[in-house]
Each structure stands twice: as structure tokens, then as C-alpha cells.
């Protein structure tokens, strides 16, 4: 990573951009993981920006993710959303993959919600269900922290006992429980990807406690967190691990039943966005 000062000066610039787009200034940001695209049909688009329009920002490869940054008003409350996220598979940095969320959390927002497609190690999950994130294994992340520390958000060694936070935990749930729509507590393994995990890792996963695996939302979260930012972190099943099931993997798969479940993840986020005010 450049020096502390150089990685300032692009966050600012980014910012200048996104923050003449609107002059309300959201709180919250969500993430519009497999089976959330639909949500921004839902809302009404305020502002709109393609990633390519905002300095530093990186260019998203993976299909089903667009690369647009939205204001969006979901009830009452102006929030960010991401139409599309990066991995380390597509060849970016862990710290190119977060640079957006520094920039985010540089013009004032307070609160994180991740999506993702997962894989689901639980033997008693099936695809389509969600499970929110207590927790995550990050052993096989490049910590988007490695370099000079950027002190103006945090401390060098961050404390991870409450990355997700547990108040939006507790919130999420007792929404699932209103609105009906079952949702499991787990713990989140970060795997780099491209490639699907083999049977054997599955098995090393599981011993050690994870609940599901997929290739995103933790470099995120990470940031998040040492940025100060509250972060709610919510994972569709859209299949079953290597190993768990006999049934070959495929990102076609990921997306089908994501779009299938995308109707109890949407309900789910807009409750939680309009208690947020």
C-alpha cells in the first residue's frame, strides 16, 4: 500500500465526487450481495454513479454485479447502496477491494450491511436459507490492514471480538421473527477463491467451527471495523459445500437460488433500514 498521506489524498478525491452527487448525507451503506440486485428497483433512486466515474474505485469483473454506486431511499431513509462488489480472485488487492468503504466511512457513514452468497457447511442448513454472521474464520484473507497504518481511522491492532455488532444481531432477528422469515445464527469462513473449495478443506472448515464459506464480505467487514463502523453481515445459502453434497458446483446455481430467496432478503433489509432512523 502507498504511504498514509498518497492514501489520503485518493480517499479525498473519491469522496469529492460521491459527496456532490446529493446533499443529504447518508448514515448507513448496504452491499447488494447475490439475490439483493432486485432491492434497487424497489427504492427510489436519488443519485447514481458507475464506479468508473469515481476516482480509485475498482472495476467489478464478476457477472451479476454491476458496478454502480446509488443513493437510494428505502421508507424514509437515504442510504448508500453498492450494485456490485470485488474480490481478491479478480485480481485485486485486499486493500483495492476496500478502498471504497474507507471512502465511504471518510464521508460520515455509521453503519455497514453486507450481503453474500454462501456455501453452507451446517448440515442442517439448505440452500435458500439466510443465516446472519456472528462471526468469521479470516486465516486465508490478506488482511486489507497489511501496510502503514491508517491512523486517522483506527488503531494498528484492532480488536475483533465484535466485528459484526451484536445490537444488529439481535435487531435482524427479532425482524425475522416478525415478518416470519426464518434466519440462523453463524460463523462466516473466507476462503480467496476462484476455485470452489475441495471436500477435505470443507472438513478442516467445519472442524474448526465455520457454519458457511464463501469469497467476499470479510475484508470488508475488517475495514468496517477499524473504521468504527457498526456492521450487520448477512449470508444466503445458495448451496452446499464440497463434500456435503453430491451435486457438482456452480455459479449458476449460486445465482438461481439467490434470485429464489431474494424476496425474504430484500423484506428483511428495507425492515432493518427503516428502524435504523
Known amino acids: 500500500m502507498e504511504n498514509e498521506s498518497l492514501f489520503q489524498e485518493r480517499i479525498e478525491e473519491a469522496a469529492k465526487v460521491i459527496r456532490a ?7 448507513t451503506c448496504i452491499v447488494l450481495g447475490s439475490g439483493l440486485g432486485p432491492m434497487a428497483s424497489r427504492c427510489k433512486i436519488e443519485a ?48 483495492e477491494i476496500t478502498f471504497p468503504f474507507r471512502v465511504l466511512a471518510y464521508l460520515g457513514i455509521k453503519n455497514l450491511v453486507l450481503t453474500n ?31 502503514p497504518n491508517m491512523s486517522t481511522f483506527g488503531p494498528r491492532f484492532p480488536d475483533q471480538t465484535h466485528v459484526y455488532d451484536q445490537g444488529f444481531v439481535e435487531m ?3 425482524i425475522s421473527s416478525n415478518l416470519n422469515i426464518p434466519v440462523r445464527k453463524g ?6 477463491g476462484p476455485q470452489y473449495e475441495t471436500p477435505a478443506e470443507i472438513r478442516a472448515l467445519r472442524t474448526l467451527g465455520a457454519d ?9 467487514a475488517i475495514i468496517a471495523s477499524h473504521s468504527g ?4 453481515a448477512v449470508s444466503c445459502i445458495t448451496n452446499l459445500a464440497a463434500g456435503i453434497s453430491d451435486k457438482p458446483l456452480s455459479h449458476k446455481e449460486v445465482m438461481e437460488t439467490g434470485a429464489a430467496a431474494s ?10 433500514l427503516q428502524e435504523l432512523l
Request: hydrophobic share 40%.
Open 21 to 27: 452527487l446529493h446533499d443529504e448525507k447518508p448514515n
Open 48 to 95: 447514481e454513479i458507475k464506479y468508473t466515474d469515481i476516482p480509485f474505485f475498482p472495476v467489478p469483473t464478476t457477472p451479476g454485479h454491476e458496478g454502480k454506486l446509488l443513493l437510494a431511499r428505502v421508507g424514509n431513509t437515504l442510504t448508500y447502496m453498492m450494485q456490485g462488489r470485488y474480490h481478491f480472485y479478480e485480481g485485486y488487492s485486499t486493500q
Open 117 to 147: 452468497a454462501a456455501g453452507g457447511l451446517n448440515p442442517e442448513m439448505n440452500p435458500g436459507d439466510l443465516m446472519v454472521i456472528t462471526d468469521h474464520l479470516s486465516m486465508f484473507c490478506e488482511s486489507p490492514l497489511r501496510g
Open 172 to 174: 435482524i432477528l427479532r
Open 187 to 192: 460463523i462466516y469462513a473466507y476462503m480467496r
Open 212 to 220: 458457511a464459506v464463501g469469497m467476499s464480505t470479510v475484508p470488508e
Open 229 to 232: 463502523l457498526r456492521v450487520l
Open 263 to 272: 424476496e425474504h432478503s430484500i423484506a428483511l433489509v428495507e425492515a432493518f
